[in-house]
C-alpha cells in the first residue's frame, strides 16, 4: 500500500484544508482527529500507516504538533507550497479569530458583566486543563520511571521555580541515556532497523540548505524590528521572546503556558495571571492551534506599551509579530526534518528523549493546573522563599466562594456530563453572568 493512496489537486487540497481550518476546535486531539476523517478515512490522501509515522515524528519537534502535522501531510501532498497551505490554512482563521476577540477583550475587560463572563471562562479552563493532565497522564506515564519524571519536573517548577526550557531539557537527556542502556525503563518498543533512502549527503545538504532559507525568512521581521525600533522597544522583545518560545515548545500548548506564565506574567508584566487565564478560555473557543493564546499575550504586551503607535495599532502589530515568531518555527522543522523522517522514527535515542519528555510534560501541566486554581479561586498569592524554594502560597482567607462554585460546576460539566468543551464554557459563562446580575 502507498503511502500516498491518491493524489488531490492543488485546489481540492486547499478546500480541504480551508475546511479542515475552520473546523478544528477541541485542541489538538479533537484537530488531529479531523484530519484522520478528512485525509486517511475519508479521501484516502495519506496511508494510515504514514499519518501515524508523521503524528510521532511531530512530537520530536518543538511547536504545535497538530499544526505541523498539517504542513507535513500539506508536503507530501504538494511539496513546500502544499505545506504552506496546509500549515498556514490550520493557522490562519484562528489567528483572525482571536484578534478580533483580543481587541474586544481590552475594549469591555473594565465592564462588569464582561470580568463576571470571563470569570465563569477561567472556571471552565481549570477544568479543561484537568481533565488534558489526566489524558496526558493516562497516556504518557507507562513505567515507573516516566512517573519519576513527571514528579521530578513538577517539583522544579512549582517548589524550586526553575525554567521549563531547563526541565524539557534535562528531562531529554535522561530519556536519551536511558534509552541507550535501559529502554525498558520507558517502555521503548523494539524498531525494525530503517528503510533504505537517499545518501546522506545529498539529504544533508538539502536540509542545511532549507535551515539556512527559513531561519533567515523566520529572523527577518525581527531584524527590521531592531532597525526601526531599536532592540528595547516593546515589539523586538515581544518576538524576541516568542522566538525563544517556538523552539522550546515541546509538550503542546498546555505545556507552554506554565514557561509563558513564568515569563510574560512574572518577569515581563505584560499581563497578569487573570488575565493570562481568560486568554487561554479565548482560545479554547477559536478554531486552529490551542497555542494561539500566545496571540493573545503579544497582543496585551503591545497594547501596554505602544509608543510610537496607537495602543489599538502597536496591539495588532504585537499580535502579527507574535503568531509569526511562534508558528515560523513549524514550517522551519517541517520542512528540513520531514525528509528525515523515515531514519529518525527509528531512532532509539530519540525515542528515548521523547519519551522523557512527555512524562515531564505531565509534571508541567501539573504546575500550571495548580497556578491556575491558586489565581482563580484565591484573590491573594504570594510567592514564599525559604532557600532554595519558591513555591506560590494562597492567603487561605482570600478563597473567592463564587469562583469555588462555578469550578465545582464546570469540573461536574465536564467530567459527568457529554456537553463537551464548548458546552462546559457556554454553561459557565452563563452561570457567572447571572450571578453578576442577581447576587
Known amino acids: 500500500m502507498s503511502a500516498l493512496m491518491s493524489e488531490p489537486s492543488f485546489q481540492q487540497m486547499t478546500r480541504v484544508f480551508t475546511r479542515i481550518g475552520l473546523l478544528s476546535f477541541g485542541g489538538p486531539a479533537g484537530q488531529i482527529a479531523l484530519m484522520h476523517k478528512e485525509l486517511v478515512d475519508d479521501r484516502d490522501w495519506i496511508s494510515e ?9 511531530c512530537h520530536l519537534l518543538p511547536g504545535p504538533e497538530a499544526q505541523q502535522l498539517a ?7 504538494h511539496g513546500v507550497r502544499g505545506g504552506l497551505v496546509g500549515g498556514g490554512l490550520f493557522v490562519l482563521p484562528g489567528a483572525l479569530v482571536m484578534l478580533g476577540l483580543s481587541i474586544l477583550y481590552v475594549q469591555a475587560a473594565h465592564l462588569g458583566w464582561f ?70 525503563w520507558l517502555r521503548l518498543k523494539t524498531l525494525a532497523p530503517p528503510p533504505p533512502t537517499q545518501s546522506r549527503r545529498s539529504l544533508l545538504a538539502a536540509t542545511l540548505a532549507t535551515i539556512a532559507l527559513w531561519a533567515a525568512i523566520w529572523a527577518a521581521p525581527m531584524l527590521l524590528l531592531a532597525l526601526l525600533l ?102 522551519l522543522g517541517i520542512f528540513a526534518c520531514a525528509p528525515w523522517i523515515e531514519r529518525l522514527s527509528h531512532a532509539r535515542r530519540l525515542q528515548g528523549g521523547l519519551a522523557a519528555i512527555t512524562a515531564a510534560v505531565v509534571g508541567v501541566i501539573a504546575n500550571l493546573s495548580v497556578w491556575f486554581a491558586l489565581h482563580l479561586l484565591f484573590r491573594r498569592v ?45 454553561l459557565c459563562a452563563g452561570a457567572a453572568l447571572l450571578a453578576h446580575l442577581f447576587l
Do not use: C
Request: aromatic share 12%; proline share 7%.
Open 49 to 57: 500507516d504514514r499519518f501515524l509515522q508523521a503524528l510521532n515524528f
Open 230 to 331: 531599536g532592540p528595547d522597544h516593546s515589539l523586538f522583545a515581544i518576538g524576541a521572546f516568542f522566538s525563544k518560545l517556538g523552539v522550546v515548545t515541546f509538550g503542546g500548548a498546555y505545556a507552554v503556558l506554565a514557561y509563558m506564565a513564568q515569563e510574560a506574567v512574572q518577569a515581563h508584566h505584560w499581563l497578569s495571571a487573570g488575565e493570562m487565564a481568560d486568554g487561554l478560555g479565548l482560545a479554547e473557543t477559536t478554531p486552529g492551534p490551542l497555542i494561539m493564546v500566545t496571540q493573545f499575550v503579544g497582543f496585551l504586551g503591545a497594547y501596554r506599551a505602544p509608543a510610537p503607535f496607537s495602543p489599538m495599532l502597536a496591539g495588532i502589530l504585537g499580535a502579527a509579530v507574535t503568531t509569526w515568531t511562534t508558528f515560523a518555527p513549524s514550517f
Open 115 to 184: 470580568a463576571a463572563l470571563f470569570l465563569g471562562i477561567k472556571a471552565a479552563v481549570l477544568a479543561l486543563v484537568a481533565q488534558a493532565l489526566l489524558r496526558i497522564g493516562g497516556r504518557a506515564l507507562k513505567s515507573p520511571l516516566q512517573i519519576l519524571l513527571a514528579i521530578l519536573s513538577f517539583a522544579a517548577l512549582f517548589l524550586f521555580a526553575l525554567p521549563f526550557p531547563l526541565v524539557v531539557l534535562g528531562a531529554g537527556l535522561i530519556g536519551m541515556a536511558v534509552a541507550a542502556f535501559a529502554p525498558h
Open 382 to 426: 504570594v510567592t514564599v522563599e525559604a532557600g532554595p524554594l519558591r513555591p506560590q502560597l494562597p492567603d487561605p482567607l482570600s478563597l473567592d466562594p463564587l469562583a469555588l462554585a462555578l469550578t465545582l460546576l464546570a469540573f461536574f460539566l465536564l467530567f459527568r456530563t457529554r456537553l463537551g468543551v464548548a458546552g462546559t464554557l457556554a
Open 71 to 77: 504542513t507535513y501531510i500539506g508536503w507530501r501532498l
